[in-house]
């Protein structure tokens, strides 16, 4: 998956590729795309905002029509305990759809695996060195018979991780920065994918 753009010609090679976007705004995805709805907490932390929780659940209930394949469940960067104890709080106040608990710095196996009945699957956030975590939360998921997203994919290495430890799906903005970087990133995909199936 690739950030919410608008772009025509982004957009019909989305559709080529049978690839879909991550949607923070009001998602408006093409006939059968694949899509995602995040929770907008990471880009409002970046930005020094405090996360609008009313604007968030608005947005989750007028995106349940249009089929997601999952949401991320709001989270506290770096919140540990705290996040998770918020994302639970979270799901009586949502629609039903496919929602991933996001796991992140401070948080342990311990904490998580209890939870995972709650939720469809596990989202990677996290700063890059929590992302070297991958295998352990894929595992955790997978056993469960859930599933796992890797989340921001911003470097041929971490598409390496993300494919080795068997993830689901990936998302990236950086196919979003120019055409050169949209033409990159598809080649580092199917290259690793190709050396995933020619090594299996």
């Known amino acids: 998956m690739v950030g919410s753009t608008r772009s025509r010609r982004a957009i019909a090679r989305l559709r080529e590729l049978g690839w879909g976007r991550v949607f923070c705004e009001k998602p408006t995805p093409y006939p059968g795309e694949p899509w995602a709805l995040d929770n907008g907490a990471f880009a409002a932390w970046k930005n020094g905002k405090p996360f609008d929780a009313d604007r968030f659940a608005a947005r989750a209930w007028n995106a349940a029509g249009l089929a997601p394949v999952f949401g991320v469940l709001p989270d506290i ?53 929590f992302k070297g975590t991958a295998p352990i939360w894929a595992h955790m998921a997978h056993t469960a018979g859930k599933r796992f997203h890797y989340a921001r994919v911003s470097t041929e290495i971490h598409i390496r991780r993300a494919i080795d430890c068997g ?31 020619l090594f299996r």
């Open 77 to 129: 960067v770096g919140g540990g305990v705290e996040s998770l104890a918020l994302s639970l709080a979270w799901l009586p106040r949502l629609p039903p759809i496919a929602w991933y608990l996001a796991v992140q710095d401070g948080m342990t196996t311990a904490m998580v695996e209890p939870l995972l009945d709650h939720v469809a699957g596990l989202f990677l956030g996290g700063t890059t060195e």
């Open 167 to 197: 993830a689901d799906s990936i998302d990236s903005t950086q196919p979003l920065w120019s055409k050169r970087h949209w033409i990159k990133f598809e080649r580092d995909v199917f290259d690793n994918l190709t050396q995933e199936v």
